[in-house]
């Protein structure tokens, strides 16, 4: 199920990028007494009492004005709303009520998306003040006081909002069903490949890049398995995400990934590697997911018989930080190797979820441990006492030891390479957390 979004709006420098840093637990927003700071959305996870969300801070919204910049952080919010689950609506009490915060609530009540009233800058403690009252006016039901900068009142706020979440679907029938997340820059042919998985054109496929603007769910079954294919428009560098309902596309990708078990990273074979390819890469590794690299439009390469092999190996080092991936190369126009690809999904969703058991990882731990011996620093030597699996999607293992700072980097690659080369982990990334002995794990 996709993570829920609540958006935060309100007019310019009433402090809802305060209360948005101070929600996520840290500071992600440029906090400024300058109104426009926050010129575009900004989202961050959020969780509370077991629900998880994505947070939008949004410009303020400036709803009777002709200057550029604020009429485009106006139709910024108002894309904000459009999307979001719930709304948290920021006020001032040192302000109080405007005829701006009138038409503002006047719009969010059109929206028909659930709106709570967050009074701000609300800093003393005690009884709330009765400037508190006038917010009534808004015809938005109860106001809630907070304070952005101590943190007072967040709470409620937050049950509040969950009260809007719907709750994680954790049916055995989804649990089945795979989803696969097709990510990629822009007009490499992630709706073609849809298309050719579904038989229909379920997509717009177009030479226009940007074509595709949200996210689009498919479910697919054959002899291969239950999957949910993700098509998500593509990820494209920051300065190049010009109007607003591209910029929305984005944030629409990212929590499609989040929402995914599979990614396949869709490069094109004409074009190759593009630094824009590791940013999604990257994206997709930071989350934990398995990973497929597939090279698309291989029908429309000249090739030789050294031709794969050659591009095969230069992929390798341009994708040299998530080196687990396997690499396809397919055509969404002909269908080749998409069955394979079936398969490698079904592979890798399944590495990513593998469980070994603690005897197994401390045999492997003192054959590594004795092969190659762990370093030192001025006669003191590192010592892993054991280690044991604490985690899946990923894998998870934690090490105890008697000096983390010992532990240097290039030892954790060599154990974690160690794990891979004995339980094979293919197209999954691989979590080793360190634990220094009375650490809890």
Known sequence: MAKPIVAIVGRPNVGKSTLFNKLIGQRLAIVEDTPGVTRDRLYGNCEWQGKEFLLIDTGGIEPRTDDGLLAHMRQQAQLAIDTADAILFVTDIR????????????????????????????????????????????????????????????????????????????SAEEEDRIPVAVIGRPNVGKSSLVNYILGEERMIVANEAGTTRDAVDSDVDNQFGRFTFIDTAGLRKRGKVEDGVERYSVLRSLAAVERSRVCVILIDAAEGFTEQDSKVAG???????????????????????????????????????????????????????????????????????MRITTGMLNELLARATARVQPPSDKGRYLKIYYMTQIGVRPPTFVCFCNSKQLFHFSYQRYIENQIRETFGLEGTPVRLVLRERGEKA
């Open 283 to 353: 994206y997709a590794h930071e989350q934990g997911k398995a990973c497929i690299i597939a090279v698309n439009k291989w029908d429309a390469v000249e090739k030789d018989d050294r031709t794969m092999q050659q591009m095969r190996k230069k992929l390798e080092g341009d994708f040299s930080f998530m080196s687990y991936a396997p690499i396809i190369f397919i055509s969404a126009k002909t269908g080749q190797r998409v069955d394979r690809l079936f398969e490698l999904i079904q592979y890798v969703d399944g590495q990513n979820a």
């Open 95 to 170: 302000a109080g009520v405007t005829a701006q915060d009138a038409d503002i609530a006047a719009m969010l009540m059109r929206s028909g998306k659930p709106v709570i009233l967050v009074v701000s800058k609300v800093d003393s403690l005690g009884a709330p003040p009765m400037e508190l009252y006038d917010f009534y006016s808004l015809g938005l039901g109860e106001p809630y006081p907070v304070s952005g900068v101590h943190g007072h009142g967040t709470g409620d706020v937050l049950d509040a909002v969950s009260r809007y979440l719907p709750a994680a679907d954790e």
